[in-house]
Each structure stands twice: as structure tokens, then as C-alpha cells.
């Protein structure tokens, strides 16, 4: 292998979530901003949300009449 062309790894880099949850993971950068993790997602909560940034489902509920 090459020397000095891989990535400087980071084994405790921080993934802070937009709804405060932080996780700590191996990554090539020290910290990770993401949406939805584990803690929000509508998949591992159970709840029935949509994560609709740009209101694109109210949109497609107005123009098919859906409730």
C-alpha cells in the first residue's frame, strides 16, 4: 500500500442527530450531522410519521383528496 494517501480515521467521531440524540462511530471526519437516526426514525419508533421537508405530501394529500 501507498503510504499517506488514506484518510486520517477518527474510531470516535461523534453522529449528532437534529433531534439531540448523539452516537459515537469510526469515521473519516470528527463529527457527522444527520436528520433522523435510530431514535427518530419513523421505522424504529413505531409511529406512523412522515418526514416531509418540503411539503411535498401535503401537497399529493390536497390534489388526491386524501385525509
Do not use: N
Amino acid at each position: 500500500m501507498k503510504a499517506k494517501i488514506h484518510p486520517t480515521w477518527y474510531p470516535d467521531a461523534r453522529v449528532v442527530c437534529s433531534c439531540g440524540h448523539i452516537l459515537t462511530t469510526g469515521a473519516t471526519k470528527k463529527e457527522l450531522r444527520v436528520e433522523v437516526c435510530s431514535h427518530c426514525h419513523p421505522f424504529f419508533t413505531g409511529e406512523q410519521r412522515i418526514v416531509d421537508t418540503e411539503g411535498r405530501v401535503e401537497r399529493l394529500k390536497r390534489k388526491y383528496g386524501l385525509s
